[in-house]
């Protein structure tokens, strides 16, 4: 990981630890409520949606990586927020303690490649 952090890019890493999107997606909710009722309004418009969901200002993602599960528990990320159209995502069945820099380094490689327009090498159809 240090090879790639080591040229600043401009790129912002975010961990999101035991995340499951729950307590996220309740917040966002609760503080949209509050919002509305503070303002006499009955509908929570786009950009106050928008300022909810990325409260720290990240903007979407290009990428994340799902650590710890199987391709088809993509459903938690659902309430990150930061997942958009160019959002691409990374599935890795290992365990964040046990996520090494190496499988970080070959996510990134074909992030970079599918980025590029190719498909990784281990692609499958």
Not at 30 to 47: C, F, I, P, T, W
Not at 103 to 114: D, G, H, L, N, T
Request: glycine content about 10%.
């Amino acid at each position: 990981m240090q090879t790639f952090c080591s040229k600043p890019s401009g790129k912002k890493i975010a961990l999101a630890v035991n995340f499951n999107g729950e307590q996220e997606q309740l917040r966002v909710i609760n503080e949209a409520l509050s919002h509305s009722q503070r303002r006499g309004m009955q509908k929570v418009d786009r950009e106050t949606l928008a300022q909810l969901r990325d409260p720290y200002g990240l903007g979407t993602a290009d990428l994340i990586i799902r650590t710890g599960a199987p391709e088809d528990e993509g459903k938690s990320l659902s309430g990150l927020g930061l997942d958009g159209p160019g959002t691409q995502l990374a599935f890795s069945s290992t365990l964040f303690p046990d996520f090494s820099s190496r499988e970080f380094a070959q996510i990134i490689v074909e992030y970079k490649e599918r980025r590029m327009g190719g498909r990784p090498k281990n692609h499958k159809e």
